[in-house]
């Protein structure tokens, strides 16, 4: 069973991996094809979405609440 501290300490594993990875010649690569775009797209809207979760987050024990403030942003900002 992971707990949701694994999880937290595997997303950021994960992400320190991917950042590593995404040199400016992957992003000028993707910036020169439609479908590289659309991945660039998804990027920041993860990335977006990540930031939001982490400030609207509080430290209450109101889980729900929580969960209705990412899904109205979610909703304001559209899936790419």
Known sequence: MTTPLD???F???EMENL???LKP???RAARADE???KNLDR???ALGTIGKALILT???VDEQKDLDKLEAFRELHGKQ
């Open 19 to 21: 950042a590593d990875q």
């Open 25 to 27: 010649d992957v992003i």
């Open 43 to 45: 990027l920041e809207y």
């Open 7 to 9: 999880q937290a300490r």
């Open 35 to 37: 479908e590289g775009r």
């Open 11 to 13: 997303i950021a594993d």
């Open 58 to 60: 509080d430290y209450s």
